[in-house]
């Protein structure tokens, strides 16, 4: 990339991190340090304003970056990405974010501890909760750094490796200091960027080709080196039974995921009413269908107008497809409406990244200091040393965060959310569809269907072709490869529900009737929700 394009894009990121950072400042001068408004920013959000929250936190980096490179590279199939994060939000808005809501405090431990005995529930879905959020983060991670690179020419891995770090720091510091406040806001300012750009991209690729959605498809076959098969099934997942399987369980790990990940069920906490829960996601649902609609148009864009092979030229993975459609839209290389096109949709990728992780990170904090640190020492743990602890467990989080980026930095950004919903389809949800409608459900059931989904989506995903294997895995060069899919969703997540039921009929403690129905009332109902 040319000077301009580094100079306009570094000034762009720049500000956008004043902004935030002044942000962050404000919500820090306007916090009581209670536990409530650092992890739940007072409950103070209309439903506007947290569904555009919502649909920041939802549209990550994988969405803008990933999903539009897997369309370019591979057509039909990288759409299932679009289709399955979409159809997710059925399952939110129907089955868990008014119950969520009613039920629980702050995290989804909450939830199953509300009739459970704390201690062993919370351990094991805090476990779980730090699991998905830094898998979810990596993706991050790598995000920031493909685009760092494409800025720089490519070829740059110092220059990849601090950007990561700095993503890793400025997250710290937008969680420590401004908590769920200031966290909120800058992904409402993200979201509303995100839509701006992606609404101004889809707008230009299609006055390229006229308003004729037929003819970009067509142009994308044309200059993809596929043919026709671009546009069919099978192109990635095709290849025989095992891709057919990996396709199976792709779907199921995106559509069940949303559900069980920790950063889209905290936002729930942060409206005052269930029934404000409830039109939060109505909203979120309107911001993210219209745009995963839209990043469709931009994947089949890149490989219609950039072409297949210079999307995957610049980025094996496919990550700089959008980036690079936005240099070509403007009017292409040394071009100024290039370079400043390609300037605003990095910053605006950037601005993506910057506010996901702030998102994940919290989360994350708030399951290690609520859940796992203040069940170890309920008696001490007051609400000003949790969320001392909470501050501190976010850098933690954010350096495990950073070291794994630097290793999986040649991955598809929109895979490894794949792999991060796998686990919280396999972990969380089912434990937590256990807890809000099975009236015998157990203490012992609920430690082992979070234990019993989250072992083996994690073993079945390290001794599968992601970590080694095959050309394109984290260790190319050794194979102990034993596990065919790429996506352990098909059996980790029936082995979460067989080992809740397993748990729950084997165990030797009465369910607690009583208080099952207390928490249906409080779940239906809202009575005596926080």
Known sequence: MTGD?????????????????????????????????FYAGGRLFSPMENGFAIAGDYMSAASFLGISGLIALFGYDGMLYSVGFLVAWLVVLLLVAELVRNCGRFTLADVVAS????RPVRIASGTASVTVSVLYLVAQMVGAGSLVA??????????????????????VIYVSLGGMRATTWIQIVKAVLLMAGAVTLTVLVMVRFHGDFNQLLVSAADRSGHGKDFLAPGLKYGGGWIARFDFISLGLALVLGTAGLPHILTRFYTVPTARAARRSVVWSIG???????????????????????????????????V??????????????????????????????????????????????????????????????????????????????AIGLGLLARDLNVAFLVGLAFAVAASANLPVLLYSLFWRDFTTRGAVWSVYGGLIPAVLLVLVSPVVSGAPGALFPGVDFQVFPLENPGIVSIPLGFLAGWLGTVLSSESPDRAKHAETEVRSLTGAGAV
């Open 323 to 400: 980036p690079l459609l936005a240099l070509d839209l403007g009017g292409g290389a040394g071009s100024t409406g290039g370079t400043v096109l390609f300037a605003v949709v990095a910053a605006i990728a950037f601005a993506t990244i910057l506010a996901v992780v702030a998102g994940i990170t919290l989360a994350s904090s708030a399951s290690v200091a609520h859940d796992l640190y203040a069940s170890l020492r309920r008696k001490h743990a007051k609400q000003r040393s949790e969320v001392a602890v909470a501050r501190t467990a976010a850098a933690g989080i954010g350096a495990v």
């Open 287 to 321: 911001l993210i269908g219209s745009f995963y609609l839209m990043t469709i148009v931009l994947g089949f864009g890149a490989a219609a107008i950039v072409g297949s092979d210079a999307v995957r030229t610049s980025n094996a993975a496919g990550n700089t497809a």
């Open 5 to 37: 394009h580094q100079t306009l894009a570094l000034l762009l990121f720049s500000a956008f991190i004043a902004a935030t950072l002044a942000i962050t400042t404000w919500a820090s001068r306007n916090r009581h340090g209670s536990a409530e408004e």
């Open 150 to 171: 494409l800025l720089l020419g490519g070829s740059s891995a110092a220059a990849r490796t601090w950007t990561v770090i700095g993503v890793g720091a400025l997250m």
């Open 115 to 118: 009739r459970m005995s704390e």
